[in-house]
């Protein structure tokens, strides 16, 4: 249990005690700074503390925000002050000093303030939430009290916690059909104990009954399908939103939410791809299927790396970003812009409507052509930024490009032996080399005879450019473009070479394959944000990399026959996945990454 500390005279008829104990803390008095010392040291080391004015008047979700939010080790607002165990060390140093400084009452009347200052003093960053119309004060006369109470009286702070529960920023869709009541399911699973990531796991297994109703092939199946699409969209959204509400933030959950939405997705895909060949038709449809997938997974990485190699860049001077700005500031354009980019929300959507009311061949389509141009928009408008933009990119964002390009043991010893040559390259010449590379292994793929050994020598090329496209630090205008064309050279080629063998199951192990790959990238994204640093080394060079995997399928393909093929896709898709999912399950449970929570992709 969390322990807070009242300090100085006690309020006749104050609730501060009782929303104290409602919150989850212990509650003790302490009568001057020197007894709040004592306290806090008997204090367990691996508990939360609290400090708070026992004269504090305001809402209890102000104090809910300021005590109880897990992503801060430390946190006040006006008369109360927290501090999780990483930060118990220098709340006592600052609890010293502030008890040492001239002028502080003797019982301790504004020692919570006092404190505070002085842990911004020593440079420990403490949080200060946004209250809004929310009331948090010290009154000091009983005329303030008054006012204050009757502030406190004047605002509804279970209508601000419900509002402010929805994301500021989302989809068209989310913000208008889904939020104006997926807030109250939230509540009312907050109100039974239900946590965010036992709705997440409820989510899953929705589209996961949801991809089987597809798979069904007929039309019912498709009409309960797209039904139970959306409702598994509504759980999506009322997740994040139970976190938001009662405060339940964990990296755990952010990472489940991310790649359970994935996991959702692509297995509704498959489901989709099933539910096509099974049906009257007999329509195979897992080439669009495995489309869908790759094009996703390539917009997602576009995001992720344009966002890493932004991060903490040192100057923003991009006329494109000043006109987004502006327009961000007329209210359709903001809608509109929000809605091109086709995010979740709206793609969702049409997916669930479409499969209820065609055929999934039309599901596949409409999604590839909305995705493509999606695609192009925001990428566009990316590349913009990127050449407008006198901008110096930090040794930590070179890092992260170079976790998210995922080089083998080929790419970094071919690194290794061009270093010296690419230092007289230009600065652009990285994401050139990559976008070369993948072009000739995908180009050699799709137009020379299936099996050919020329694939493997097309394959040898793309490691070679790979490994010259990362041997220099990748900090460049436009190196955040070389993952997302990794991607696109190890997705786009294994779907190329799955089509051309023309064999009944090589494009569902492919499907499977590109999956298994997809979890690693993503799991790499979500360990970089949760602020873990990517995975281990042993683990990307066990995996091949993106090149090894590529050199993989390629001999596979020339060595094998055709079912062959399929059953070599089939284990390596069944052995990276096993390998990929052990080692991220292992590190999620027993991360002690700082808490987060993912506020939802862009796209």
Same mark, same amino acid.
């Given at each position: 249990m969390s322990t807070a500390i009242l300090t100085g005279a006690? *309020? /006749?008829g104050s609730p501060l005690e009782g929303d104290l104990r409602e919150l989850g803390f212990d509650v003790r008095s302490a009568?001057?700074?020197a007894d709040a010392a004592r306290l806090l040291a008997e204090v367990p080391a691996g508990r939360r503390v609290a400090l708070v004015d026992a004269r504090f008047v305001g809402h209890l979700h102000s104090l809910r925000l300021a005590l109880t939010d897990p992503r801060f080790p430390a946190a006040a607002v006006t008369g109360a002050l927290t501090a999780q165990p990483e930060a118990r060390t220098a709340l006592s140093r600052a609890l010293a000093t502030a008890d040492a400084a001239d002028g502080l009452p003797d019982a301790a009347d504004g020692l919570p303030?006092? *404190? /505070?200052?002085?842990l911004d003093a020593e440079g420990v960053s403490v949080?200060?939430?946004e209250l809004g119309s929310l009331v948090a004060s010290v009154p000091s006369s009983a005329q303030q009290r008054h006012e204050a109470r009757a502030a406190v009286s004047a605002v509804d702070d279970e209508a601000v916690r419900l509002r402010t529960a929805v994301k500021s920023r989302d989809g068209f869709f989310t913000t208008y059909c889904i939020s104006?009541?997926?807030?109250?399911?939230?509540?009312?699973c907050a109100r039974r104990g239900l946590t965010p990531n036992q709705v997440t796991t409820a989510s899953l297994l929705t589209a996961l009954i949801a991809a089987g109703c597809a798979a069904t092939g007929d039309r019912l199946g498709f009409i309960a399908a797209g039904v139970l699409l959306l409702f598994s969209f509504v759980l999506d959204c009322t997740d994040g939103q139970l976190a938001r509400y009662s405060l339940q933030y964990s990296t755990m959950g952010a990472w489940l939410d991310a790649t359970f939405d994935r996991a959702k997705e692509y297995a509704y895909y498959a489901g989709l791809a099933l539910g096509a060949a099974r049906g009257g038709g007999h329509d195979d449809v897992w080439a669009l299927a495995l489309g869908a997938m790759v094009l996703q997974t390539v917009r997602h990485v576009v995001d992720f790396s344009f966002n890493e190699a932004n991060h903490d860049a040192t100057a923003n001077t991009s006329p494109t970003a000043a006109l987004s700005d502006k327009l961000d500031s007329v209210g359709w354009t903001v809608w509109a812009r929000r809605m091109i980019v086709l995010p979740i929300g709206e793609r969702w959507a049409l997916i669930a409507v479409l499969t209820a009311c065609a055929t999934p061949r039309i599901v596949f389509w409409v999604l590839l052509i909305g995705c493509a141009l999606a695609a192009c928009y925001t990428t566009a408008g990316r590349v913009l930024r990127s050449l407008t933009r006198k901008a110096r990119r930090t040794d930590r964002a070179a890092q992260a490009l170079a976790d998210l390009a995922d080089s083998g043991p080929l790419a970094e010893g071919f690194a290794a032996a061009f270093r010296g040559v690419v230092r007289k390259l230009p600065g652009f010449a990285a994401p050139v080399i990559a976008a070369v590379g993948a072009a000739v292994m995908i180009a050699t793929a799709a137009f020379v005879g299936w099996g050919s050994p020329w694939v493997c020598v097309a394959a040898l090329i793309y490691a070679v450019l790979s490994g010259l496209a990362v041997a220099r630090p990748l900090k460049g205008a436009l190196d955040w473009l070389v993952p997302p064309l990794f991607r696109v050279g190890e997705y786009v080629a294994i779907l190329v070479i799955a089509a051309r063998s023309e064999v009944n199951g090589a494009l569902p192990a492919a499907f499977g394959l590109v999956a298994a790959v997809a979890y690693h990238h993503y799991d790499t994204v979500y360990r970089i944000r949760g602020g873990s640093g990517a995975p281990p080394r042993a683990l990307v060079r066990?995996?091949?990399?993106?090149?090894?995997?590529?050199?993989?399928?390629?001999?596979?393909?020339?060595?094998?026959?055709?079912s062959g093929f399929t059953i070599a896709l089939t284990v390596l898709a069944g052995a990276l996945a096993l390998l990929v999912l052990t080692e991220s399950i292992r590190f999620w449970v027993s991360s002690h990454a700082p808490a987060v929570h993912d506020e939802g992709e862009p796209a």
């Amino acid at each position: 249990m969390s322990t807070a500390i009242l300090t100085g005279a006690p *309020v /006749a008829g104050s609730p501060l005690e009782g929303d104290l104990r409602e919150l989850g803390f212990d509650v003790r008095s302490a009568v001057d700074a020197a007894d709040a010392a004592r306290l806090l040291a008997e204090v367990p080391a691996g508990r939360r503390v609290a400090l708070v004015d026992a004269r504090f008047v305001g809402h209890l979700h102000s104090l809910r925000l300021a005590l109880t939010d897990p992503r801060f080790p430390a946190a006040a607002v006006t008369g109360a002050l927290t501090a999780q165990p990483e930060a118990r060390t220098a709340l006592s140093r600052a609890l010293a000093t502030a008890d040492a400084a001239d002028g502080l009452p003797d019982a301790a009347d504004g020692l919570p303030d006092a *404190v /505070a200052e002085a842990l911004d003093a020593e440079g420990v960053s403490v949080h200060r939430p946004e209250l809004g119309s929310l009331v948090a004060s010290v009154p000091s006369s009983a005329q303030q009290r008054h006012e204050a109470r009757a502030a406190v009286s004047a605002v509804d702070d279970e209508a601000v916690r419900l509002r402010t529960a929805v994301k500021s920023r989302d989809g068209f869709f989310t913000t208008y059909c889904i939020s104006p009541y997926s807030r109250y399911l939230a509540r009312w699973c907050a109100r039974r104990g239900l946590t965010p990531n036992q709705v997440t796991t409820a989510s899953l297994l929705t589209a996961l009954i949801a991809a089987g109703c597809a798979a069904t092939g007929d039309r019912l199946g498709f009409i309960a399908a797209g039904v139970l699409l959306l409702f598994s969209f509504v759980l999506d959204c009322t997740d994040g939103q139970l976190a938001r509400y009662s405060l339940q933030y964990s990296t755990m959950g952010a990472w489940l939410d991310a790649t359970f939405d994935r996991a959702k997705e692509y297995a509704y895909y498959a489901g989709l791809a099933l539910g096509a060949a099974r049906g009257g038709g007999h329509d195979d449809v897992w080439a669009l299927a495995l489309g869908a997938m790759v094009l996703q997974t390539v917009r997602h990485v576009v995001d992720f790396s344009f966002n890493e190699a932004n991060h903490d860049a040192t100057a923003n001077t991009s006329p494109t970003a000043a006109l987004s700005d502006k327009l961000d500031s007329v209210g359709w354009t903001v809608w509109a812009r929000r809605m091109i980019v086709l995010p979740i929300g709206e793609r969702w959507a049409l997916i669930a409507v479409l499969t209820a009311c065609a055929t999934p061949r039309i599901v596949f389509w409409v999604l590839l052509i909305g995705c493509a141009l999606a695609a192009c928009y925001t990428t566009a408008g990316r590349v913009l930024r990127s050449l407008t933009r006198k901008a110096r990119r930090t040794d930590r964002a070179a890092q992260a490009l170079a976790d998210l390009a995922d080089s083998g043991p080929l790419a970094e010893g071919f690194a290794a032996a061009f270093r010296g040559v690419v230092r007289k390259l230009p600065g652009f010449a990285a994401p050139v080399i990559a976008a070369v590379g993948a072009a000739v292994m995908i180009a050699t793929a799709a137009f020379v005879g299936w099996g050919s050994p020329w694939v493997c020598v097309a394959a040898l090329i793309y490691a070679v450019l790979s490994g010259l496209a990362v041997a220099r630090p990748l900090k460049g205008a436009l190196d955040w473009l070389v993952p997302p064309l990794f991607r696109v050279g190890e997705y786009v080629a294994i779907l190329v070479i799955a089509a051309r063998s023309e064999v009944n199951g090589a494009l569902p192990a492919a499907f499977g394959l590109v999956a298994a790959v997809a979890y690693h990238h993503y799991d790499t994204v979500y360990r970089i944000r949760g602020g873990s640093g990517a995975p281990p080394r042993a683990l990307v060079r066990a995996t091949g990399g993106h090149e090894g995997r590529a050199l993989v399928v390629t001999l596979a393909a020339a060595a094998l026959p055709t079912s062959g093929f399929t059953i070599a896709l089939t284990v390596l898709a069944g052995a990276l996945a096993l390998l990929v999912l052990t080692e991220s399950i292992r590190f999620w449970v027993s991360s002690h990454a700082p808490a987060v929570h993912d506020e939802g992709e862009p796209a």
